[in-house]
């Protein structure tokens, strides 16, 4: 059965089943289990507490200083989308990062391009892939299988994107269906995206806070406790609703990007320079991670997380080994810097750095 989470009911369709599961309280533990491959990092919940007061000020300057990107980001990506989409659309946003930027094209799409438009959420998780089960559901309400597009918020190096290729096709090859798989983002660091507004890594305010921007939901998960028939799990977070954001961050910039459509026009739906930008943004990924791993003697690139979305993943969830920052004093930075001391985390700076932030997680296996 779907929900949606914290949202309104014509917001998105949580495909996700809630289940109760205690979180892992030693991350060093955890690192071990999933770096060990004796779990998968599906199965397990770090612990999830509501950001201190001087966190959600940095949240606050954020959504402040890059809201009018993102909801100029959200509008192209939404014209994009109603370019290459005839008919109906079904929004299938990737749980959770994808979850708020699906709800404001999700309403973008119907207002402004008064388009017919469904938003649904989904897990997908590296190296399981996409949950079937919730693509048979969408199927099964009656969306053809052409009128689907794929939404997260940004790419990192790619690996979603790519799981999404090999999981979708691995769907259509055994249910003879056409969905495309390509992947709609905000920010396409990698050059992965079929479709992208932009290629810079720029602070996307929702990145930086977990559930209380994301409809009240965990990161998905998928252990034994989900069934065949189920739909990947997650865990709702009714105790944090007293500080919930999420629709009041969705409203405002679905409000922001109706006020530019009527200032400014519906933006054209053309390849433009962040398009032309990804075969370039691709090479720099892939050299970026070998210096990287060579330069930090890494042998598991997983352990590389760049992006400011990603680093801050690892910072709010992960062991952190080391934070690197182009620019300590960008203010895109600031949370990042504020986590790295609260944690005691190492930071050094890269002045050539192909991303404002990269992450490296600690090895729990080396040695």
């Not at 989470?5 to 289990?33: M, N, W």
């Not at 990107?69 to 959770?96: E, F, K, T």
């Not at 933006?267 to 090479?283: S, T």
Request: charged share 20%; aromatic share 6%.
């Amino acid at each position: 059965m779907s929900f949606c989470g914290s949202y309104r009911a014509d917001d998105v369709s949580f495909l996700l089943t809630p289940i109760a599961l205690a979180p892992i309280l030693d991350l060093a533990e955890k690192e071990r289990l999933i770096q060990s491959g004796r779990r998968h990092y599906s199965e397990m919940l770090s612990p999830e507490a509501l950001p201190s007061p001087a966190y959600l000020a940095l949240f606050a300057g954020a959504f402040g200083a890059n809201r009018e990107r993102m909801a100029r980001d959200c509008l192209r990506l939404a014209a994009l989308i109603a370019a290459r989409r005839d008919g109906p659309i079904a929004l299938v946003s990737l749980a959770r990062a994808g979850t708020p930027v699906g709800v404001i094209l999700g309403h973008l799409l119907r207002s402004v391009f008064g388009r017919e438009c469904a938003h649904y959420s989904v897990s997908i998780i590296r190296d399981r892939g996409i949950d079937a089960v919730a693509l048979r559901h969408i199927l099964g309400r009656g969306h053809a299988p052409e009128s689907l597009v794929f939404v997260d918020g940004w790419t990192g190096k790619g690996v979603i994107s790519r799981e999404l290729r090999r999981a979708v096709a691995d769907f259509n090859a055994l249910h003879g269906t056409a969905i495309d798989a390509g992947l709609y983002v905000l920010s396409d660091l990698a050059g992965a995206a079929a479709c992208a507004a932009s290629c810079d890594d720029y602070l996307i305010p929702s990145s930086i806070l977990n559930a209380t921007v994301s409809g009240l939901v965990s990161r998905s998960v998928l252990n034994e406790t989900i069934g065949p028939d189920d739909f990947h799990g997650c865990v709702y977070y009714a105790q944090f609703a007293a500080h919930d954001q999420s629709r009041r961050f969705a409203d405002g910039l679905v409000a922001d990007g109706i006020a530019l459509a009527a200032r400014e026009g519906v933006p054209a739906a053309h390849a433009d320079a962040a398009a032309a930008r990804v075969a370039g943004m691709a090479a720099a990924s892939a050299d970026y991670m070998a210096r990287a791993r060579q330069r930090y003697g890494i042998a598991d690139v997983n352990l590389i997380k760049p992006g400011i979305g990603e680093a801050t993943r690892v910072l709010l969830r992960r062991v952190p080994e080391r934070l690197i920052l182009r620019d300590t004093s960008a203010p895109d930075v600031a949370h990042l810097r504020l986590l790295a001391a609260e944690k005691a985390i190492p930071v050094s700076v890269e002045a050539g750095l192909p991303y404002q932030a990269v992450a490296l997680i600690r090895s729990a296996v080396d040695g």
